[in-house]
């Protein structure tokens, strides 16, 4: 079961550094489903196998960064299966949701270093008001954003059954890769929503200067 685990989530790292590079940092593979399946597989099978002292790139970067959460584990599946397959999973999270994950991650870090006096992880191992919630929020959330729901249902069988080795629910919730990507996306999300607030602001002032330009155009008219 340990040597599953453990294989598990070095594919799981390997995969998420192809996707990233491959995705984000390599865009213009997106017109070629074929060449960028290639080109994660190639990736995925380099931090695989490629060694720096007896050890793979992604042993190392597990030594750095620990498990994968559930969350991450069933992202990079779904990014991959969507390239692959070539099929469209809407994976949408609202500000609200990245904001929460964003703001669990923050508190988790900053007691880990010191920086607050609470530690917030200790209190995951007392799992069950943590867990309830977990439940109430898949529950609430299902109609609306199915893939969060699903990750929710997720954490709580893979926590049951100790499926990362961990008694510590928070292990199984979030981790800094899935951190730094909600802080990415919580900031390009907010940025939209300003821009795009602007850009209404805007119609509606331009709406009103053309009516009052009309008006006064009309009222010309009639004095004539």
Same mark, same amino acid.
Not at 66 to 92: E, F, H, M, Q
Not at 207 to 219: D, T
């Given at each position: 079961?340990?040597?599953?685990?453990?294989?598990?989530?070095?594919?799981?790292?390997?995969?998420?550094?192809?996707?990233?590079?491959?995705?984000?940092?390599? %865009?213009?593979?997106?017109?070629?489903?074929?060449?960028?399946?290639?080109?994660?597989?190639?990736?995925?099978?380099?931090?695989?196998?490629?060694?720096?002292?007896?050890?793979?790139?992604?042993?190392?970067?597990?030594?750095?960064?620990?498990?994968?959460?559930? %969350?991450?584990?069933?992202?990079?599946?779904?990014?991959?299966?969507?390239?692959?397959?070539?099929?469209?999973?809407?994976?949408?999270?609202?500000?609200?949701?990245?904001?929460?994950?964003?703001?669990? #991650?923050?508190?988790?870090?900053?007691?880990?270093?010191?920086?607050?006096?609470?530690?917030?992880?200790?209190?995951?191992?007392?799992?069950v008001y943590i867990?309830?919630?977990?439940?109430?929020?898949?529950?609430?959330?299902?109609?609306?954003?199915?893939? %969060?729901?699903?990750?929710?249902?997720?954490?709580?069988?893979?926590?049951?059954?100790?499926?990362?080795?961990s008694r510590n629910?928070?292990?199984?919730?979030?981790?800094? %890769?899935?951190?730094?990507?909600?802080?990415?996306?919580?900031?390009?999300?907010?940025?939209?929503?300003?821009?795009?607030?602007?850009?209404?602001?805007?119609?509606?002032?331009?709406?009103?200067?053309?009516?009052?330009?009309? #008006?006064?155009?009309?009222?010309?008219?009639?004095?004539?």
């Amino acid at each position: 079961m340990i040597a599953i685990q453990n294989y598990v989530q070095l594919i799981a790292i390997a995969l998420f550094f192809g996707v990233l590079i491959s995705k984000w940092i390599l %865009p213009k593979l997106q017109k070629s489903r074929v060449l960028q399946s290639g080109v994660i597989l190639l990736i995925a099978a380099t931090f695989m196998y490629i060694q720096i002292d007896g050890a793979t790139l992604a042993m190392c970067l597990r030594g750095l960064i620990g498990n994968l959460s559930i %969350p991450s584990l069933l992202l990079i599946g779904l990014a991959t299966l969507s390239i692959v397959a070539d099929t469209r999973i809407y994976c949408k999270f609202t500000l609200l949701q990245l904001g929460g994950m964003v703001l669990l #991650g923050g508190i988790l870090y900053l007691t880990t270093f010191g920086i607050i006096p609470f530690d917030l992880y200790y209190y995951g191992y007392d799992y069950v008001y943590i867990a309830t919630a977990l439940f109430i929020y898949a529950v609430f959330s299902f109609k609306k954003t199915i893939v %969060p729901a699903v990750a929710a249902i997720a954490i709580m069988i893979a926590f049951k059954i100790e499926l990362l080795g961990s008694r510590n629910i928070f292990d199984y919730i979030i981790d800094l %890769p899935l951190w730094l990507v909600c802080c990415w996306q919580l900031a390009v999300g907010g940025w939209r929503l300003v821009i795009r607030d602007k850009g209404e602001r805007l119609n509606v002032n331009g709406e009103m200067a053309s009516s009052e330009i009309a #008006g006064s155009e009309k009222l010309m008219v009639k004095s004539e």
